[in-house]
């Protein structure tokens, strides 16, 4: 389903043409929509939306919320939400392209993990906070805030991300995303509940929330069958 033929299906439920909803210059359907996606995915992490992405790290860090780019020196960014694996990666031609193939995927740690940092030769150093780079035990990522670390690194040096992609916002061009292609009864029934504070209160179309509920189950178990591919429990 296109984004015109979605907003025509939500504006006919509230018995209203798409373009009485634009005010201003500002798409106000447009708008629901988007805040309805916003929301799933703050809801949700959706395993749709997880791909490989490659970030220039550099010694003092780098935002990994919005540095992310498609291919390694592109110029697509990409938003994301989350950071599962940061790893080390070779290139390989083909006919087709280009393929991005893993050699060593980097541990991850967490801000304060000063025992990875430590010397390997002398515990007496201990208290020593700032170590000459050769005494580092392990390389390895760690996040704080937006920006994301690498130990051991002297250069700004690229690295394959695997990660939870954000979507961007609708601006009403784009060709169908996984909402307006799995999901289209949910996101009807939640783009009409947030429409719903732009009518009056006899115009309010009512929906009703145990349904809501229901279908909004059904987005994230699909979604949970995704992330748990390969898993078979059926015992006949």
């Known amino acids: 389903m296109t984004i015109a033929d979605f907003k025509t299906r939500v504006a006919a439920i509230v018995n209203r043409d798409a373009s009485l909803f634009t005010v201003g210059g500002v798409d106000n359907l447009l708008q629901a929509m988007n805040d309805v996606r916003r929301a799933a995915q703050r809801d949700h992490t959706f395993q749709l939306l997880k791909k490989d992405v490659f970030l220039d790290v550099s010694p003092a860090g780098s935002n990994w919320q919005t540095g992310c780019k498609t291919t390694p020196g592109g110029a697509t960014g990409v938003t994301m939400k989350r950071v599962d694996g940061v790893w080390q990666y070779t290139t390989q031609a083909f006919s087709g392209g280009t393929q991005y193939l893993r050699t060593a995927?980097?541990?991850?740690?967490?801000?304060?993990?000063?025992?990875?940092?430590?010397?390997?030769?002398?515990?007496?150093?201990?208290?020593?906070?700032?170590?000459?780079?050769?005494?580092?035990?392990?390389?390895?990522?760690?996040?704080?805030?937006?920006?994301?670390?690498?130990?051991?690194?002297?250069?700004?040096?690229?690295?394959?991300?695997?990660?939870?992609?954000?979507?961007?916002?609708?601006?009403?061009?784009?060709?169908?995303?996984?909402?307006?292609?799995?999901?289209?009864?949910?996101?009807?029934?939640?783009?009409?509940?947030?429409?719903?504070?732009?009518?009056?209160?006899?115009?309010?179309?009512?929906?009703?929330?145990?349904?809501?509920?229901?279908?909004?189950?059904?987005?994230?178990?699909?979604?949970?069958?995704?992330?748990?591919?390969?898993?078979?429990?059926?015992?006949?």
């Open 105 to 236: 995927r980097l541990d991850s740690g967490v801000l304060g993990d000063f025992k990875r940092n430590l010397p390997v030769y002398d515990t007496a150093q201990l208290i020593i906070t700032n170590q000459p780079q050769w005494w580092t035990r392990s390389m390895f990522w760690y996040t704080q805030g937006t920006n994301l670390f690498v130990t051991n690194i002297t250069v700004t040096t690229t690295y394959l991300v695997e990660g939870v992609t954000w979507l961007d916002d609708l601006t009403g061009a784009e060709s169908p995303d996984m909402f307006l292609t799995y999901f289209t009864d949910w996101f009807t029934y939640a783009t009409v509940a947030a429409l719903n504070m732009y009518l009056k209160d006899n115009e309010k179309f009512p929906i009703d929330m145990t349904v809501m509920q229901r279908l909004w189950d059904s987005v994230k178990q699909m979604d949970g069958e995704i992330a748990n591919a390969g898993d078979w429990t059926n015992l006949d």
